[in-house]
């Protein structure tokens, strides 16, 4: 078992940021392990940002410490960060390869070695030819393969991605996405803060979810996704609906039933302490059945489910106020 | 240290390749070398189409008698003056004058008849000639003696000389004094408006393209700031001499071809006056050389001039031009940082243009009084010292008064980057939103 202190690249303790008005963060706590894809979640406001923003030292908290490599987070780390900001753009006025030239420097390349890798990463994505134009004449998406080409450039052992498939078509979205796993092969962590719950289940290993400047919930998708089961299952078979009904009304609960020619689907909660075997054995004998399997909940529904169950008590207390 | 000039660096390079620099840059010198060279030529050139006159005299009390000059000739004619009109078109006079007999009472108006508007110098020149014989006229009438009356009148000429505190005498000449610190009070006031809104602008540029976030990963907001005014400052000292050198490459290489064959001593001494301004130095040393050339007017500016101590002008010039523009830049780049586009900066700009515009309007009062105690104040306080103190130089000014001035305008160059500093931060990631002064007041506040 590796010592989990070796594991862990970044983390954040007992965070506090306030601003005049508001508390942007409240005690939010966060660790990173290394060579993880990290998805930061949270609905719009929630204090993502601010966090980012924080890990980034453009910002301060109030209070809380971070540590880098289990060092105190100091300036000497801001080139082993690569940041892509999800409020993006480029000097419109700029040469994209001057720019780009420009941006590595700011992260500490020196100019020959920044201008050896951008001709590399120019060509696979099939940019180059934009080398000498100016930014603003550049469609949307390729300027957004600029900024991750820069994020990037300087192989950072910690990649900060705020949003980084917003712009992109299906297409380029999928480079994107290729790009992220293989920096991750090579060694890098990413931090992922997206709405996009579907790539969240695709690239994510861990995730913490912030919801009204807290954390609410964090851990692995995998079990993050298994606690939050509610011991539902499809069942596909063929034979009579009702007749199926029947034999299964004590132990299970019908969500849902769907017929597709003569195959009929059906979506069960078990209910009390029933097997899907209890079930299967009720209702063998009227159906036959055709396969079984348990569906587990997407990010998309425990998201939805942990920011409305916040949002419902906050609107209940607010009611008896 | 290495970043803070890669961002000057940037800075500097895209506005100086930018064409409206270039343009400016080459148009500059010529408006300016234009603004020295036309009044000369104005001065120089022989004058419009000689006027050809005819006089209808009444009064019989003219005739042949108004002096000719070489762009007015007089014609008398025994015609009335009805006929005169009737027939104006088929002669070829420009104009008619018209003397009735009453004139010398005052009862009867001349009048000036005309094909095209004469200049303003020709009527002038009719109008006092006419009074001027009318008035000698009443004096012979009244037996005075034409020459009592003239002996009568004393020209002085008034020198000023400023005892020094060693008691040693300067002679100085407050025109020479009020222009050069008119010129430079001036030359400060526009290059803190033209570069600090161009600090500005830079910044609502960043803020608005959205890249400032990816910067500021990578830097601190102090050092963006600072390189950008710096890079701006560069830039702008950079069009400062190119202007300069340009102007007077462009005067020299015109002012022979323009004027060669005019009358030389008027013209040396056209040139003298404008030059006097510019380059005093090398003037004095031509002034040894051919005393002769120059009328007493002359020699005294350059008096005046020999006892300005221009060494130290220079020095401070570039003093409050620097710090001055570091000063009002911050500022600028605080409201760049504030607002989301250039149409939001009014309101917050008020305080800013307030007191330049003060001090370079006080500028004028100031010349006349540059040792009141208000030119005094305001060559104390920083916001309003580069423009004053720079009037004021020229006219002598006490050292400690300099020293206080000086440290006092450091003083506010730290306190309004410190200021500007903490405003910048905040605002460059604050979008959309209205921003009001309480909310730059809480952004002071804030923790890193």
Redo the contacts between chains.
């Keep these: 078992m590796p010592n989990i202190k070796f594991m862990e690249i970044f983390s954040a303790k007992n965070i506090v940021k306030r601003?005049?008005s508001h508390t942007a963060l409240d005690d939010v706590s966060i660790s990173i392990s290394k060579q993880n894809v990290f998805g930061l979640l949270g609905p719009n406001g929630a204090g993502k940002t601010s966090l980012i923003?924080i890990m980034?030292?453009?910002?301060?908290p109030?209070s809380g410490e971070l540590f880098f490599e289990g060092e105190k987070l100091n300036q000497n780390h801001?080139s082993q960060?690569g940041?892509?900001?999800e409020?993006?753009?480029?000097?419109?006025?700029?040469e994209v390869g001057e720019q780009a030239l420009?941006?590595a420097?700011?992260?500490?390349m020196k100019r020959a070695e920044a201008m050896m890798k951008l001709k590399e990463w120019f060509e696979k994505f099939e940019i180059t030819a934009w080398w000498k134009k100016k930014v603003e004449e550049l469609s949307k998406g390729m300027q957004q393969k600029v900024?991750f080409i820069?994020t990037v450039l300087h192989e950072p052992k910690l990649l900060i991605l705020d949003e980084p498939f917003s712009g992109f078509d299906p297409i380029n979205a999928n480079i994107i996405k290729n790009e992220i796993l293989r920096l991750k092969v090579n060694g890098s962590t990413i931090l992922l803060s997206t709405h996009n719950m579907e790539s969240v289940e695709e690239l994510c290993d861990e995730i913490a979810l912030i919801n009204k400047s807290k954390k609410i919930l964090d851990g692995s998708v995998k079990d993050i996704r298994k606690t939050y089961r509610s011991n539902t299952y499809e069942i596909e078979f063929k034979g009579n609906m009702l007749g199926f009904t029947t034999a299964m009304w004590a132990g299970a609960k019908l969500l849902d039933q769907r017929q597709d020619g003569e195959i009929n689907r059906v979506k069960v909660q078990l209910l009390g302490s029933n097997t899907p075997n209890d079930l299967l054995q009720s209702v063998m004998r009227v159906s036959e059945i055709q396969g079984l399997h348990e569906i587990i909940p997407t990010m998309n529904d425990i998201f939805i489910a942990k920011v409305g169950e916040g949002n419902s008590v906050e609107a209940q207390t607010s009611l008896t106020e | 240290m290495n970043?803070i000039f890669?961002?000057i660096q940037?800075e500097y390079l895209?506005r100086v390749k930018k064409k409206s620099f270039i343009i400016m840059t080459i148009l500059g010198p010529l408006l300016m070398s234009t603004l020295l060279i036309v009044p000369v030529w104005l001065a120089m050139r022989d004058h419009e189409e000689p006027q050809k006159i005819e006089v209808v005299d009444d009064s019989f009390l003219f005739r042949d008698s108004i002096p000719q000059s070489k762009n007015v000739k007089f014609i008398y004619s025994e015609i009335t003056i009805d006929k005169a009109q009737e027939d104006f078109y088929q002669t070829d006079f420009t104009g008619i004058l018209h003397i009735p007999s009453n004139v010398i009472t005052g009862g009867g108006a001349v009048k000036f008849y005309y094909k095209e508007q004469p200049g303003m110098a020709v009527e002038e020149y009719i109008k006092s000639n006419i009074e001027e014989m009318i008035y000698n006229f009443k004096l012979q009438k009244s037996n005075v003696d034409l020459k009592t009356i003239r002996n009568a009148h004393t020209s002085i000429n008034l020198i000023t000389e400023k005892i020094t505190e060693t008691g040693s005498t300067e002679r100085t000449s407050t025109g020479v004094q009020m222009t050069m610190g008119f010129i430079l009070g001036l030359l400060i006031y526009m290059f803190i408006f033209l570069y600090g809104a161009q600090v500005m602008r830079g910044v609502i540029?960043?803020k608005t393209?959205?890249?400032v976030?990816?910067?500021?990963?990578?830097?601190r907001?102090f050092q963006l700031m600072m390189g950008k005014i710096i890079g701006v400052a560069l830039v702008g000292l950079t069009q400062f001499l190119l202007w300069l050198v340009l102007t007077f490459s462009i005067y020299t290489a015109v002012q022979p071809v323009l004027f060669s064959g005019v009358n030389k001593e008027k013209l040396q001494k056209e040139m003298v006056k404008e030059e006097v301004f510019k380059q005093g130095a090398n003037l004095q040393a031509l002034k040894m050389d051919k005393p002769g050339l120059y009328d007493n007017k002359t020699y005294e500016a350059f008096d005046a001039f020999k006892s300005i101590d221009f060494v130290s002008i220079i020095l401070c010039f570039l003093f409050y031009f620097l710090v001055g523009y570091l000063m009002y830049s911050a500022l600028f780049a605080a409201i760049g940082a504030a607002v989301d586009a250039e149409t939001d900066t009014q309101q917050f700009m008020l305080p800013i243009t307030i007191p330049l515009v003060l001090s370079f309007v006080m500028a004028q009062t100031i010349m006349q009084e540059p040792s009141s105690s208000l030119a005094f104040w305001f060559s104390i306080i920083p916001l309003t010292s580069p423009v004053i103190m720079m009037v004021r130089l020229p006219f002598g000014v006490p050292i400690w008064e300099l020293a206080l001035s000086m440290s006092m305008l450091v003083l506010g160059f730290i306190f309004t980057t410190w200021l500007a500093a903490r405003i910048y931060?905040t605002g460059i990631?604050m979008?959309g939103k209205k921003v009001s002064y309480k909310e730059l007041w809480?952004w002071l506040f804030?923790?890193?």
Excluded at chain 1, 87 to 94: N, P, Q, S, V, W
Excluded at chain 1, 105 to 108: A, E, S, V
Excluded at chain 2, 213 to 219: G, L, T
């Design positions: 601003y005049a923003r980034n030292q453009i910002t301060g109030d801001i960060i940041y892509l900001p409020e993006r753009g480029l000097y419109k006025k700029m420009y941006l420097q700011l992260k500490g900024q820069v | 970043k890669l961002i940037r895209t540029e960043e393209s959205r890249i976030e990816v910067i500021i990963s990578s830097v907001p931060r990631l979008y809480k804030y923790k890193g």
